[in-house]
């Protein structure tokens, strides 16, 4: 997992945990409206949604 807190030691890139809150909201938001805006999925959308953009954040700052 990443520690979205924590600094990188190569970049010194700190997360921003306000930003990554603001991106999950708009995924989840995004496959909410996908579905036809139907309620009812909305912690399944937030888990889905947070676990994409982890994946993404750690591609971003991933060390190669």
Do not use: P
């Not at 030691?9 to 996908?34: I, L, P, Q, W």
């Not at 579905?35 to 959308?45: A, F, L, Q, V, W």
């Not at 676990?51 to 971003?60: A, G, H, P, V």
């Amino acid at each position: 997992m990443i520690d979205f807190n924590s600094e990188q030691e190569s970049n010194k890139v700190v997360f921003d945990e306000g930003k990554f809150r603001k991106m999950v909201t708009e995924r989840a938001y995004s496959k909410f409206k996908k579905r036809g805006g139907i309620g009812g999925h909305d912690m399944e959308d937030w888990l889905e949604a947070e676990s994409e953009i982890k994946k993404q954040c750690f591609y971003w700052f991933h060390d190669e």
